[in-house]
């Protein structure tokens, strides 16, 4: 025949057992005009026997794979002389094609309401979905198409990114059947270029989503400001549950019934003044004025005590200003009084590095040989050595096989120090991502040494190297010095980086982790940890420069852990993982379903173009299963964005995520 032809095709294994080398493929349609045309007497077209060949067949082949492949025909030479053969065979698969597949549904068109309910809820299906996917009514309409996932209940729900108005169209198309004899049942696919007109939509969105909306437009409309999240999310449940027609039918039949009987003015004044005349009444009226005056009388007493209530709250509440001016006043002083000892360390700093700019200027380069010739004093034997360094070199070491591995070392260490389960997952999951995107990670706090050292173990074990700066001689030079002690060049190396405030390190480091991220030297580490113990205006100044960088506070993680009992016992992981392994396109997901959320909140209050898509990267590697919705959010939040923007766009992306009611 000659040239490439475009079919659909779908795995079928039942007639032979396939071969190591090659499989049959069953030709269910032709892919022609952007439309599937079922194949009729496939054994005419495709001898012998309505398939073709897949040779060698890939690795991945399984029963009922669906998909567009090109076919070319074979030499007659390659199948003559065979019982059962095939004479055409498949070439590659077209992946830029696509189709739906169709599920019936027991329920017309007016049925919307059930159609809704199923979307929503889900439905039992014993095939797996490989595309997205079209319901057909029981009167002939095509609703969607929209993706779906499978819920632990084993329903086939549409996913959430996906909740959105449906199209609906008649079906005025061919559907291609298949026997799917896998799963027993008869399955339907359709060209994604439908054919058919959009009549109408459905919209199969949650009360909760339209009132999200509604308030979202409302605020945006109107300029109301204090609508939140929280109170959105609180609207819409007490929407859903309030039951319809509430009092409405009483209260129009009471109207039409005052509406019926009509009463003149004049009536009305002569039936007062025959009733005034009756003792009866006078004594009743008089009866009426003694409750209305003991009334008002209890109700003036009433706001009496409510205004001397008020005074004396007025009164407490001027003493707790007072008091809290006060207190105010001296975290003044005090900070001025650090601001003092802050500027006096900086210009005792700067003094020194004045003392030899051209040592200094070499200090700042990374490494000496990046081609400028910048002359230097002899260097000390106390300078050569300004650092001590420490390398564990005879704990056993558990090599990992995979990155689950590692991750699940990392948190079994962190655990063991005393860390709540998810945040010990979370954690192990953002020093991957340090890992992988190339980034530093700042552990602050009084425990910030223990738990950098429990992850350093846990990722290099034995190739994890300690080291505490000088007061007075830190270098780039110096530190770098210190990576001929590794061991192992082609597995991940840490390095953690120890109270850098008691050291001229912070002035130093930004140069060295300039030239760190874009390094491809194996003899540099992969994981680098700085951990801080006491804050001041030099470190904070530090972190603002590591460009949305992990910062981690320890001591909201942890309490008291005991490393040196448990380094006695042997009880903390010590783990190695070779480096080719870390590799993005392996390990982040395809896509997040929480990023899209998180960017809606952030963006209405802060603009967040620059960083959109590493955040994104951030968000396809931390979403886990095991998390509570939002959480992943709100880590993100604190460990990743907190840091670096002002403290009430922080506090204000926080509220919306309701990140009080969020377990980390």
Same mark, same amino acid.
């Given at each position: 025949?000659?040239?490439?032809?475009?079919?659909?095709?779908?795995?079928?294994?039942?007639?032979?057992?396939?071969?190591?080398?090659?499989?049959?493929?069953?030709?269910? %349609?032709?892919?022609?005009?952007?439309?599937?045309?079922?194949?009729?007497?496939?054994? *005419?077209?495709?001898?012998?026997?309505?398939?073709?060949?897949?040779?060698?067949?890939?690795?991945?082949?399984? %029963?009922?794979?669906?998909?567009?492949?090109?076919?070319?025909?074979?030499?007659?030479?390659?199948?003559?002389?065979?019982?059962?053969?095939?004479?055409?065979?498949? !070439?590659?698969?077209?992946?830029?094609?696509?189709?739906?597949?169709?599920?019936?549904?027991?329920?017309?068109?007016?049925?919307?309401?059930?159609?809704?309910?199923?979307?929503?809820?889900?439905?039992?299906?014993?095939?797996?979905?490989?595309?997205?996917?079209?319901?057909?009514?029981?009167?002939? +309409? *095509?609703?969607? /198409?929209?993706?779906? $996932?499978?819920?632990?209940?084993?329903?086939?729900?549409?996913?959430?990114?996906?909740?959105?108005?449906?199209?609906? !169209?008649?079906?005025?198309?061919?559907?291609? $059947?298949?026997?799917?004899?896998?799963?027993?049942?008869?399955?339907?696919?359709? &060209?994604?270029?439908?054919?058919?007109?959009?009549?109408?939509?459905?919209?199969?969105?949650?009360?909760?989503?339209?009132?999200?909306?509604?308030?979202?437009?409302?605020?945006?409309?109107?300029?109301?400001?204090?609508?939140?999240?929280?109170?959105?999310?609180?609207?819409?449940?007490?929407?859903?549950?309030?039951?319809?027609?509430?009092?409405?039918?009483?209260?129009?039949? %009471?109207?039409?019934?005052?509406?019926?009987?009509?009463?003149?003015?004049?009536?009305?004044?002569?039936?007062?003044?025959?009733?005034?005349? +009756?003792?009866?009444?006078?004594?009743?009226?008089?009866?009426?004025?003694?409750?209305?005056?003991?009334?008002?009388?209890?109700?003036?007493?009433?706001?009496?005590?409510?205004?001397?209530?008020?005074?004396?709250?007025?009164?407490?509440?001027?003493?707790?200003?007072?008091?809290?001016?006060?207190?105010?006043?001296?975290?003044?002083?005090?900070?001025?009084?650090?601001?003092? $000892?802050?500027?006096?360390?900086?210009?005792?700093?700067?003094?020194?590095?004045?003392?030899?700019?051209?040592?200094?200027?070499?200090?700042?380069? /990374?490494?000496?040989?990046?081609?400028?010739?910048?002359?230097?004093?002899?260097?000390?034997?106390?300078?050569?050595?300004?650092?001590?360094?420490?390398?564990?070199?005879?704990?056993?070491?558990?090599? +990992?096989?995979?990155?689950?591995?590692?991750?699940?070392?990392?948190?079994?260490?962190?655990?063991?120090? #005393?860390?709540?389960?998810?945040?010990?997952?979370?954690?192990?999951?953002?020093?991957? #991502?340090?890992?992988?995107?190339?980034?530093?990670?700042?552990?602050?706090?009084?425990?910030?040494?223990?738990?950098?050292?429990?992850?350093?173990?846990?990722?290099?074990?034995?190739?994890?190297?300690?080291?505490?700066?000088?007061?007075?001689?830190?270098?780039?030079?110096?530190?770098?010095?210190?990576?001929?002690? +590794?061991?192992?060049?082609?597995?991940?190396?840490?390095?953690?980086?120890?109270?850098?405030?008691?050291?001229?390190?912070?002035?130093?480091?930004?140069?060295?982790?300039?030239?760190?991220?874009?390094?491809?030297?194996?003899?540099?580490?992969?994981?680098?940890?700085? &951990?801080?113990?006491?804050?001041?205006?030099?470190?904070?100044?530090?972190?603002?420069?590591?460009?949305?960088?992990?910062?981690?506070? %320890?001591?909201?993680?942890?309490?008291?852990?005991?490393?040196?009992?448990?380094?006695?016992?042997?009880?903390?992981?010590?783990?190695?993982?070779?480096?080719?392994?870390?590799?993005?396109?392996?390990?982040?997901?395809?896509?997040?379903?929480?990023?899209?959320?998180?960017?809606?909140?952030?963006?209405?209050?802060?603009?967040?173009?620059?960083?959109?898509?590493?955040?994104?990267?951030?968000?396809?590697?931390?979403?886990?299963?095991?998390?509570?919705?939002?959480?992943?959010?709100?880590?993100?939040?604190?460990?990743? *964005?907190?840091?670096?923007?002002?403290?009430?766009?922080?506090?204000?992306?926080?509220?919306?995520?309701?990140?009080?009611?969020?377990?980390?």
């Amino acid at each position: 025949m000659g040239g490439d032809r475009r079919e659909d095709g779908i795995w079928d294994c039942r007639k032979r057992k396939p071969n190591k080398k090659y499989v049959f493929v069953k030709v269910l %349609a032709e892919y022609r005009d952007h439309q599937l045309i079922e194949v009729q007497e496939a054994r *005419l077209h495709y001898p012998s026997e309505g398939e073709v060949i897949w040779s060698p067949a890939p690795e991945d082949i399984h %029963a009922g794979k669906v998909g567009f492949y090109t076919i070319e025909e074979r030499n007659e030479e390659d199948y003559a002389g065979r019982l059962v053969y095939s004479k055409f065979i498949v !070439r590659k698969e077209l992946e830029n094609l696509k189709y739906y597949e169709v599920f019936p549904i027991p329920f017309s068109l007016a049925q919307n309401h059930d159609i809704v309910y199923l979307i929503q809820n889900g439905f039992d299906a014993p095939q797996q979905f490989s595309s997205e996917i079209l319901l057909l009514t029981n009167d002939d +309409y *095509l609703v969607g /198409p929209y993706r779906v $996932k499978q819920t632990k209940e084993q329903k086939w729900v549409i996913d959430s990114s996906d909740d959105k108005l449906l199209e609906i !169209r008649k079906k005025g198309m061919h559907l291609v $059947k298949y026997n799917d004899k896998n799963v027993g049942i008869e399955r339907y696919f359709v &060209s994604a270029m439908l054919a058919s007109p959009v009549e109408d939509y459905l919209d199969c969105a949650t009360n909760d989503r339209i009132m999200r909306y509604a308030l979202k437009t409302l605020k945006d409309q109107q300029q109301v400001q204090e609508i939140s999240r929280k109170v959105i999310s609180q609207l819409s449940e007490w929407v859903s549950d309030l039951p319809p027609q509430v009092h409405y039918e009483r209260i129009m039949r %009471a109207i039409e019934l005052l509406a019926k009987y009509q009463i003149t003015k004049e009536d009305i004044g002569q039936f007062e003044e025959e009733l005034l005349q +009756y003792p009866a009444i006078q004594r009743k009226i008089e009866d009426k004025l003694e409750e209305r005056f003991a009334a008002e009388k209890a109700r003036i007493e009433d706001e009496h005590r409510k205004v001397l209530n008020e005074t004396e709250q007025l009164r407490r509440k001027k003493e707790h200003l007072l008091v809290e001016m006060e207190e105010i006043e001296r975290q003044i002083k005090e900070t001025e009084e650090r601001l003092k $000892k802050a500027d006096e360390a900086l210009e005792l700093k700067i003094k020194e590095m004045k003392d030899n700019i051209f040592r200094t200027l070499a200090d700042l380069l /990374p490494f000496a040989n990046l081609g400028l010739n910048v002359s230097t004093h002899n260097e000390s034997n106390d300078r050569n050595h300004s650092q001590w360094v420490v390398k564990d070199v005879d704990e056993t070491t558990v090599y +990992y096989e995979d990155i689950n591995h590692l991750m699940t070392s990392i948190a079994e260490n962190l655990c063991m120090i #005393g860390m709540q389960e998810n945040k010990a997952w979370l954690i192990a999951k953002t020093i991957i #991502g340090a890992i992988l995107f190339r980034k530093p990670v700042v552990v602050k706090g009084e425990f910030s040494f223990e738990l950098s050292q429990a992850i350093g173990w846990a990722v290099a074990g034995n190739d994890h190297l300690t080291v505490f700066p000088d007061i007075k001689n830190f270098t780039n030079k110096t530190l770098i010095n210190c990576f001929s002690r +590794y061991t192992r060049p082609d597995c991940v190396k840490s390095l953690h980086l120890c109270q850098i405030e008691n050291s001229p390190a912070e002035l130093y480091l930004q140069s060295f982790l300039d030239y760190w991220r874009v390094s491809i030297d194996e003899s540099l580490p992969e994981l680098i940890l700085i &951990s801080i113990k006491e804050e001041s205006e030099l470190t904070d100044s530090f972190i603002q420069k590591l460009s949305f960088s992990p910062v981690i506070s %320890a001591d909201e993680m942890t309490t008291t852990p005991d490393i040196l009992s448990l380094r006695k016992t042997h009880r903390l992981v010590f783990g190695s993982i070779p480096a080719h392994l870390l590799v993005e396109g392996k390990i982040l997901k395809e896509k997040s379903s929480e990023f899209n959320n998180f960017l809606e909140i952030v963006q209405e209050v802060m603009s967040f173009t620059k960083q959109k898509e590493a955040f994104k990267k951030w968000f396809r590697l931390l979403e886990d299963e095991r998390l509570e919705e939002e959480a992943v959010s709100v880590w993100v939040v604190k460990v990743l *964005l907190q840091p670096y923007v002002a403290r009430e766009q922080a506090k204000k992306i926080l509220e919306e995520f309701d990140s009080e009611n969020i377990l980390i």
